[in-house]
């Protein structure tokens, strides 16, 4: 985070920058696109003695951008054959008989090892021109987007703002914060018992009871684990004698499971960490059409099959 607040963060493969302004609020923040078709494994922030850097590192390289994203340079890192730095970037800025000028860290892979590597800052800044600044210390820096804390004017659930009033955190409400409030005010179907802390009346369900509450009529019987992602096959003539198929992730039951529909368990068949069931209807196989049940099976990459009619 840069001293102003700007808040730094890569999403998707890594190929774009976000960031936000850091501000005491009940609101979500604006986020804002920084930088696109970029290459991000790890970020950092040196804090200059005049601005601050926002460093972007990827394979052996780190990139520096100041606060209005200009790229002001790159360092080359040795040291580790065929390095690629694996995630985000750590500053020291202090000094020390070893690091003079503070110290960068990171997990890396190389060709021969993994690990975490710590490195001088020293040749790092000079090829980039930045003068060290081993006296920084954020517990002196003035927070010039902060706000105002947590106060009693506000009952402690909420904090003023610039013109004194209350800004009141989820579940709260009322000029200093003290009224208990919920969503919606539970829909008419429940009571508000805590800070958007529901009760449902029977029947409904939901954060804000404005579900309609469904009891299962039926429970599929254990098989090791519980079961997970599903497929329903339906017979084509008689609907009572359709199928329920589920996997089995866990080493007990590892597998799948076929049910009927009041979930009595039928039969089991082995499989390493199977995926989603998947159902084919009408698969001509040879002078024969059928329906086909199937899924991958992430443990030993095979593809499971069942004919099912």
Not at 96 to 120: K, L, M, N, R, V
Not at 160 to 175: E, R
Request: charged letters at 15%.
């Amino acid at each position: 985070m840069f001293s102003d607040g700007q808040i730094f963060f890569s999403g998707g493969e890594g190929k774009t920058l976000y960031s936000f302004q850091a501000a005491e609020s009940t609101a979500a923040p604006e986020i804002r696109t920084a930088g696109e078709n970029l290459k991000i494994e790890g970020l950092g922030v040196y804090h200059a003695n005049s601005s601050d850097y926002l460093l972007i590192a990827h394979g052996d390289v780190i990139d520096f951008y100041d606060a209005s994203f200009q790229q002001k340079g790159s360092a080359s890192l040795e040291g580790v054959s065929d390095l690629s730095i694996g995630g985000d970037v750590s500053i020291l800025q202090s000094t020390s008989a070893t690091y003079p000028s503070g110290a960068i860290a990171f997990a890396f892979e190389g060709e021969d090892d993994t690990g975490i590597a710590i490195g001088s800052l020293t040749n790092v800044l000079s090829s980039i021109g930045i003068q060290a600044n081993t006296g920084y210390d954020p517990h002196t820096k003035p927070c010039g987007y902060c706000a105002s804390v947590i106060s009693d004017a506000c009952t402690n659930n909420g904090f003023t703002q610039g013109n004194s009033t209350c800004s009141c955190f989820v579940g709260f409400a009322g000029a200093d914060c003290s009224e208990i409030v919920c969503q919606n005010d539970c829909s008419g179907h429940g009571s508000c018992d805590g800070p958007n802390v529901c009760t449902c009346e029977a029947g409904w369900a939901g954060p804000d009871c404005s579900f309609v509450a469904v009891k299962a009529k039926y429970e599929t019987e254990a098989n090791g684990g519980d079961g997970d992602d599903p497929a329903i096959w339906i017979h084509p003539t008689k609907p009572d004698q359709s199928r329920i198929i589920t996997t089995t992730k866990s080493q007990g039951g590892e597998g799948f499971g076929v049910f009927d529909l009041a979930g009595k368990l039928l039969q089991i068949s082995s499989a390493s960490e199977p995926n989603n069931v998947d159902i084919i209807y009408g698969l001509t196989v040879g002078n024969r059409t059928v329906d086909l049940a199937y899924a991958a099976c992430r443990g030993d990459n095979t593809l499971w099959y069942v004919l099912l009619a």
